[in-house]
């Protein structure tokens, strides 16, 4: 059965070296989930712009609905400057003050939490007040049977101890790499030892379902409270890494609601951001338009 999926907080467009694509978090969540077969939708905000009218036909040619993105008179649509070195990792200038910093509670974002059966959020697009209520208030009204997942994404300075610790109370999954792990295990007050033993400390401080730490092309850690997983990860020519990470989420969310084991979330995750991270820019098409036959030069 489709299941309704939202990717909800910023959506801005990566400027790479020479193009720019639609980006963020939510909208690449999003793109994936629809591939996979749910109904991915994006909660987010863009600028009465140029841009924010381009965001709109990307989303649009994307397949993805824009019926949940607001319309902001005052702040711009969001934009990052991406350099992306020579192993093909991206580092990001964020700009400020952007229309998904304002998102806005509405009753219609209040009925579609309702009805979500899961939703994705994030530590960045909460850097305002104005969208980290908003986001509170949006995962807070959804069904107690839904799943709620922070995908960690700790870009300087726009996260705390505070913004993380009660991020992880809302979630019940939680992503975040190999970097970031023992600096979310410092601001939630414990020593970092190992990926195994930290994880399995989240799972136990924020009662989680499940702990993920991605380790870029080596694969993933999988921890609930009763087993783990780890996934080596599979060998493809990088173009670049932009959005990987977000399909490797969006593949993983997918799976947890169907009900399967550690190893197939892990394994089929891994897979799918390794395709993307394999084309350039975070929403490639599939090969005939169906992800299988993408994925078949990967498994």
């Known amino acids: 059965m489709k299941k309704t999926v939202v990717g909800l907080g910023e959506i801005l467009w990566d400027m790479l070296p020479g193009d720019m694509h639609l980006g963020g978090a939510p909208a690449n969540f999003a793109y994936i989930t629809r591939l996979l077969g749910d109904e991915g ?16 036909a990307r989303m649009e040619a994307l397949g993805l609905s824009t019926s949940f993105l607001q319309k902001d008179a005052v702040h711009p649509t969001g934009v990052v ?108 007050g414990f020593p970092h030892q190992d990926e195994k033993s930290s994880a399995l400390r989240l799972v136990e401080l924020f009662d989680l379902r499940l702990a993920c730490v991605t380790r870029g092309c080596k694969g993933s850690l999988l921890m609930s409270r009763n087993d783990y997983n780890e996934q080596p990860g599979f060998l493809v020519k990088v173009a670049d890494t932009v959005g990987a990470g977000d399909a490797f989420t ?19 995750a891994n897979a799918v951001g390794a395709w993307v991270a394999s084309q350039v820019g975070a929403t490639p098409a599939p090969k005939d338009g169906i992800l299988e036959r993408s994925l078949a030069g990967i498994f």
């Open 41 to 56: 939708i994006v909660a987010s905000r863009i600028g009465s712009d140029p841009l924010g009218d381009a965001a709109k």
């Open 81 to 188: 400057d991406v350099e992306v070195d020579a192993a093909g990792n991206p580092r990001f200038n964020i700009a400020a003050s952007s229309a998904w910093d304002y998102l806005e509670w509405t009753e219609e974002w209040k009925r579609l939490a309702e009805k979500s059966d899961a939703v994705c959020f994030g530590s960045l697009a909460q850097r305002s007040p104005q969208s980290r209520d908003t986001i509170y208030r949006f995962v807070g009204a959804m069904r107690p049977e839904a799943v709620r997942v922070c995908d960690l994404n700790l870009r300087p300075p726009f996260y705390s101890a505070e913004i993380l610790n009660e991020s992880m109370k809302l979630a019940d999954i939680v992503k975040m790499n190999d970097d970031e792990l023992p600096e979310v295990m410092s601001l939630a």
């Open 250 to 268: 969006a593949t993983l969310v997918h799976e947890f609601m169907r009900g399967d084991s550690l190893a197939i979330m892990n394994e089929k």
